[in-house]
């Protein structure tokens, strides 16, 4: 007897699974070397590096979005799909899955590291900014000059 009651696109077969997993994987691999060129980047103060870094991470972003929503549905359903699995293959999809999750894992730490790193480079340059605008004060104060204060640009000066 045929389930009238279950939607047709929820069954996927071992090749699509296999398919999804593989590509999802490629997927996070590239992301893995676009994080390692990006941390370069970041170490090495290469804002256009970082930029074209940024732009191709967004590329991967969109292909792993795009395998979102048959991922969400094999994640639904991962109990049936792992059961009807062959235990070979069975074993095959829990190293994927396990690859995978190391992956995002690993992409997040990095990435949360880097984002410290760009923070704390702002607060220096921020600090270094102000120590300049200060000696800047007080040196135009010394030679008994005014200067504006921070924030007023020419533009302002005019108007």
């Known amino acids: 007897m045929i389930n009238t009651h279950e939607k047709p696109e929820s069954k996927l077969g071992r090749d ?7 590509n999802q994987a490629s997927a996070l691999r590239r992301m893995k070397q676009l994080v390692l060129q ?29 395998m979102g929503g048959e991922i969400k549905r094999v994640r639904g359903q991962w109990d049936r799909h792992r059961d009807s699995l062959a235990p070979d293959d069975r074993a095959e999809a829990s190293q994927f899955i396990l690859e995978m999750t190391k992956s995002f894992e ?10 410290r790193s760009l923070v704390a480079k702002k607060q ?36």
């Open 106 to 115: 690993e992409i997040m730490e990095s990435d949360a590291q880097d984002v």
């Open 38 to 66: 990006q941390r370069q980047a970041v170490t090495q103060d290469n804002p256009e590096d970082l930029l074209n870094l940024l732009k191709q991470r967004q590329v991967v972003v969109d292909a792993l979005v795009g």
């Open 16 to 22: 699509a699974l296999f398919s999804l997993f593989r």
């Open 124 to 159: 220096l340059i921020g600090s270094a900014l102000q120590a300049t605008h200060t000696t800047a004060h007080v040196v135009s104060a010394y030679a008994g000059q005014v200067l504006p204060s921070r924030g007023v640009s020419k533009l302002d000066e005019a108007s």
